[in-house]
């Protein structure tokens, strides 16, 4: 997700976040040799909206994959009733620290329709796969199983900017350019038929293997504060130097990555990057230099801290 999408999502995690002070109840359940199965339940009290810690659970059951994955080689996670994972990339570099290679599958509310059919029964199901190097930024694959993500199209809808062609369908079926039309909409999967068979192939992976009572269609949307989003997660760790030394698996990406770098540029770009070089990029710049809002993100961050308290200096 985008350090812009991530800000924008800042009220949002607020409101979710603020009927937690009546305190939550994190209980995991039956633990196998290399899969756990986490199940994080709210804590009952007199709110009639559920408290929403749920996205700190999902990085709880990491370290318990991490840990497996030490002591078998491998280690993997379900998370069930949790909240939208956000960036989901954050899970797998958990992993890159580690020196493994660790991936993360969310489920996610119903955006897309199965190929040949019309009604939105699976998710824009995101995916992210992380990797070690030893002279290169490690590798990241974070992406999503439909052309856009939402965030990306509010960003647009912020701007003024139209979406590109083929992302989007109305409510009504119809091809549509406009980025705000996606709450009522249908997202178009990536690759047609290939986006949909990966959007039902990670279903089985999150919201059916986990268990949990709301799965593919019934997963909630982030903004819909009354009633707990039911949101799934697959997490995997490896550590690779099960098969061979570490510095060798490492000195193996690192010459793949050569290779990719040595391809020569098509018309149009300055060079080829390999997943996650360019944002690693990005992220020291603005480490830097700051983080680049609009005028209208930037509105709406000021009234948050004021409204949490918190002096700032935009």
Known sequence: MAASSCVGSCPRFRA????????????????AQNLNNGDFENWPGSSATPPDWTWVYPATQAGITFGKATTAGCGAAVVRNASSAAALGYFPMLAVKQ??????VTNSPALI?????????????AHALGCPAGRHHPLLFDSSTTTMSTGEMDVLHERGELLPEGVLLDAAGVPTRDPGQWKTGTLLPAGGHRGYGLSLMFELLTGVLAGGPIWAHEVGHPFVYDRPQGVSLFL?????????????????????IDEIHASPPATG????????ERAALIAAQRERDGIPLSPER?????????ELGISWSL
């Open 236 to 256: 995997l760790a490896i550590d690779p130097s099960r098969a061979m030394a570490y510095d060798g698996f490492v000195a193996r990406v690192d010459r793949l």
């Open 269 to 276: 770009f300055d060079r080829v990057y390999v997943p996650g």
């Open 16 to 31: 979710a976040l603020a009927p937690a002070l009546i305190g939550v109840l994190i209980a995991a359940s039956a633990s």
């Open 99 to 104: 020196r493994m290679i660790g991936l993360a």
């Open 113 to 125: 329709a199965p190929t040949g059919g019309t009604t939105r029964v699976l998710g824009n199901q």
């Open 298 to 306: 930037a509105s709406v961050l000021r009234g948050l801290l004021d």
